[in-house]
């Protein structure tokens, strides 16, 4: 079962199944390795945005970006 990344449990391994956003951020997302298969690690969450590990790179995301993002356990 997939859950929106923002609703994604700290620190376990999640995996991108689905993205739900389109245009130019989708580009950008793409281009940051964040498409369906990838493996990213919820390193820490603040108000309105979360902190992510793909592989040796980390990125933070906004709420709205993140729920754009369905993940399953990995």
Do not use: F, K, N, Q
């Amino acid at each position: 079962m997939s859950v929106p990344l923002d609703e994604a449990t700290g620190p376990s391994t999640w995996v991108i199944e689905r993205v739900r956003v389109r245009g130019p951020l989708r580009w950008e997302l793409d281009a940051l390795g964040l498409v369906p298969g990838t493996a990213v690690r919820v390193l820490r969450r603040a108000r309105g945005h979360l902190v992510i590990a793909v592989a040796e790179a980390r990125y933070g995301l906004g709420d709205e970006v993140a729920r754009g993002l369905l993940v399953r356990r990995g």
